[in-house]
């Protein structure tokens, strides 16, 4: 076994195990704070994937900022979990979500990945798990030119998306103001 | 260690997600399991990224994307999440009843 | 980026300037009242820019301008639907003007975040990649959640975290769905992927493939969740029933009509090479849509429930015309297919508005949105009872109105799509639809009265009424020039 597979077998294991964890426990503050270890290791897998940049992203965004705001939430909002934290829909919920584990990855096996050689697209050479993998070619290129070429695409080909995200973030920051400030006279 | 290994994980991220947002019942808890569907996302785009276009990059750019709204989505149901705190000091999203007719 | 694609990008650009210039005046101005016009004489400017649009198409061999990239198109579909949504959110807003009057502060928010919303519905049916898709469906809904929680009560900040919950849940189905698309053709550009389909798939798995078996389910499911298709619809009721009346309205047919645009285009042109599978597929949530939500609307006593449920059966209806695919029609015949959707989208639009802003004003008296408040109304508002019972009769597909051409246009195409069974649970289901929706008639005339109090209502809302009812009845009488227009804004689809 190489060092890369090693790795990625240890980070899925704790990143299932603290996603199993999430849904799992029943104090909401160390849900949020599995959930933070569970972001840690996506973004793991993303420099596994060559990702590097998207892994920083992942850090600072969903680590440092969405999960301090759920964790200041938790805290304000403290004294407001109590009870059985599961709801009734317990049963069906693992029906359906097993159902659907089992049919993404009947997918992955079953579909034919490989149509992309016929369609002219670059493969890399260890998309069928032989001579070495996309990882290991992943590795090599680690904090190589990603970032340019995310940069790139980011502000030519998808400038459109990219400008209706800030307005997005906009009506999110308007709708959030107007949700949780008092009315004046209002205590 | 091929694109099925990723997938499958995903897979099984967005699985444990789909299973919390269905089954917990306070409504932040209901979030995080929905940050652990958008990961899975995540994760499945990226690897489709690096097992297939290595230069175009396509996915991670998507996954950007997916982060920037995730974000949106959060601010606005802390505030949300707030009010509702304030108006009946319970976040439970049962008594909110997510699946009334 | 050049001024051209900025232009492309026009009509969107000034209807969400014009969301900013709204907050912003607000800060300023102590007039309120203001604002409600600003909204409306603003619209003039993306209206303005969309019409030159149109002009300038005749000039295009293909009909369609491309931008920024290949991720806009400028259509005479995606400039239907422009027109569409600038006309419900300028009668929304007219609607709105007394009972947003009773908000004491962030006035200019609510109209700011109705535009921002309705920019992302502008964009969302101009958009040919999945990135952008996904985006604008969230600047559709994002502003959505805050105004259905706007009222800052307890039962319509339920309706705020139930919408925003789902809809993320459903994003999150849709992403992974649109993920494993752009996983099975490496791109994400509807024209590209129809291009790759073609050339990849396996006659021997339903959809062509199992990757766009489990991908396509996805991403109709989160589409489904959008246009409050059954078994996605269990946000509706709640949402219906917390969030401002106006804010209903304006979800009950913008939404619909923004959600109903991106799976025209998404599965007309993305996914062209498998539509008989995927028609399949919307023939049965059709069926079901329509079968639940008239039966579970009987059982109503709150008229906003009753009409998001209601809301659910007509989802049902439109999907008859997503179903009616091309190549299910006989060679050498055209499917009136989604042309009939856009009428149908239309005709509901003036319906359905005209219904809740009657609702509106007279809930903005009685303060109640049980079915029995509405008793010996035909009475005490005569105006606005006749109004309710005509849209009632449109919604349930009696002539002379607009509900009834887009009934017959739907099951045209349906019978010449070869789904007579389809036609048949519509039929039935049109007739069980009668029982609930001839209740309110009854109860507005042949109860008698609570109070003898008149109702009267303010003009903008008025004037709003006259509009929606007048297009009725011009629907139902002369279905005509709508329907050509339908017909060459869809005509991009079948290339």
């Known amino acids: 076994m190489l060092p890369l597979d090693i790795a990625f077998w240890v980070m899925a294991a704790v990143g299932v195990a603290t996603a199993l964890a999430v849904v799992m426990e029943k104090d909401i503050f160390r849900a949020a704070l599995f959930l933070v270890v569970s972001f840690l290791v996506v973004a793991g897998i993303f420099v596994l994937l060559n990702a590097e940049f998207l892994a920083m992203v992942q850090v600072l965004v969903y680590v440092g900022a969405i999960s301090i705001l ?118 | 260690m091929s694109l099925i290994h990723f997938q499958v994980l995903s897979a099984a991220l967005f699985s444990i997600g789909v299973y919390g947002v269905l089954a917990r019942r306070s409504a932040v808890m ?55 705190f304030r108006d009946r000091a319970s976040v439970d999203v049962d008594e909110v009843d997510l699946m009334k007719w | 980026m050049t001024l051209h694609d900025l232009y492309l990008l026009s009509p969107e650009l000034s209807l969400a300037s014009l969301g900013m210039v709204v907050i912003i005046l607000d800060m300023v101005l102590r007039r309120k009242g203001v604002l409600a016009a600003v909204s409306v004489v603003g619209l003039l400017a993306p209206l303005a820019f969309s019409i030159s649009l149109w002009g300038d198409l005749s000039g295009e061999p293909d009909g369609q301008m491309v931008g920024i990239f290949n991720t806009l198109v400028v259509d005479k579909f995606s400039l239907f639907f422009k027109f569409l949504v600038m006309g419900i959110v300028a009668l929304v807003v007219m609607s709105s003007v007394e009972y947003v009057s009773r908000l004491r502060q962030f006035q200019g928010e609510y109209y700011g975040l109705m535009l921002f919303s309705a920019s992302g519905m502008m964009l969302l049916a101009a958009t040919t990649d999945l990135i952008s898709t996904y985006v604008a469906l969230e600047l559709t809904t994002l502003p959505l959640v805050a105004l259905a929680a706007f009222l800052r009560d307890s039962r319509s900040t339920e309706a705020g975290i139930k919408f925003l919950l789902l809809s993320a849940m459903s994003s999150a189905v849709l992403l992974y769905g649109m993920t494993l698309t752009y996983g099975f053709t490496g791109t994400t550009q509807l024209v590209e992927i129809f291009e790759r389909l073609g050339a990849s798939l396996d006659a021997t798995v339903p959809f062509g493939s199992h990757a766009l078996f489990l991908g396509v389910i996805m991403i109709v499911a989160g589409f489904g969740f959008k246009i409050a298709a059954v078994p996605f619809q269990m946000w509706v009721p709640d949402v219906y029933e917390g969030a401002p009346t106006p804010i209903t309205a304006y979800l009950s047919v913008a939404s619909k009509a923004a959600g109903f645009a991106i799976i025209l285009r998404v599965f007309y042109i993305g996914f062209g090479e498998i539509s008989l599978d995927w028609a399949a597929l919307f023939a049965v949530l059709s069926a079901v849509s329509m079968t639940v939500g008239n039966l579970v609307a009987i059982a109503q006593k709150n008229i906003k429930r009753m009409l998001a449920y209601s809301t659910i059966a007509h989802a049902g209806f439109l999907m008859v015309g997503v179903a ?62 006749i109004i309710l019972a005509f849209a009632i009769v449109s919604l349930l597909g009696i002539p002379p109105t607009a509900g009834f051409m887009g009934k017959l246009y739907m099951f045209s195409a349906a019978m010449k799509s070869d789904l007579a069974w389809l036609v048949v649970v519509g039929v039935v289901n049109s007739a069980i639809s009668a029982y609930y929706y001839l209740k309110v008639i009854r109860v507005m005339y042949m109860v008698d009265p609570e109070g003898e109090e008149k109702i009267h209502v303010a003009y903008a809302p008025q004037a709003a009424l006259y509009i929606t009812a007048l297009g009725i009845l011009a629907l139902g009488i002369f279905p005509g020039p709508l329907m050509t227009v339908a017909e060459k804004a869809v005509a991009v689809l079948f290339r």
Do not use: C
Request: charged fraction near 10%; glycine fraction near 8%; charge should be negative.
């Open chain 1, 70 to 187: 759920i964790i200041f939430a938790i805290m304000l909002t403290r004294n407001a979990h109590e009870g059985n934290p599961f709801n009734s829909f317990q049963l069906p919920a693992l029906v359906l979500s097993t159902m659907m584990l089992a049919a993404i990855a009947f997918v992955a096996v079953n579909t034919e990945w490989h149509d992309w050689d016929q369609l002219g697209l670059q493969v890399l050479p260890g998309d069928s798990g032989e001579v070495f993998s996309a990882t290991e070619q992943g590795i090599k290129n680690v904090f190589g030119n990603t970032t340019q070429v995310i940069a790139r695409l980011l502000m030519r080909d998808f400038v459109l998306p990219m400008e209706a995200a800030s307005v997005v973030l906009l009506a999110a920051v308007i709708g959030a103001l107007a949700l949780v400030r008092e009315n004046e006279g209002e205590a």
């Open chain 2, 30 to 84: 209901v979030l995080l399991a929905l940050e652990l569907m958008l990961n899975a996302v995540n994760v499945n785009l990226i690897a489709f990224a690096a097992y297939g276009e290595q230069v175009q990059a396509t996915g991670q750019v998507i996954a950007i994307f997916v982060i920037t709204v995730a974000a949106a989505e959060v601010g606005l149901a802390m505030a949300i999440i707030l009010r509702l």
């Open chain 3, 324 to 385: 009616s695919i091309a190549a299910r029609v006989p060679v050498g015949e055209t499917t009136l297919g989604p042309s009939g959707v856009l009428f149908y989208l239309v005709a509901y639009a003036v319906t359905n508005l005209a219904a809740f802003f009657a609702i509106i004003a007279i809930s903005n008296r009685t303060g109640s949105d049980m079915i029995s408040s509405f008793a010996g109304m035909g009475r005490r508002a005569p105006f606005l009872a």
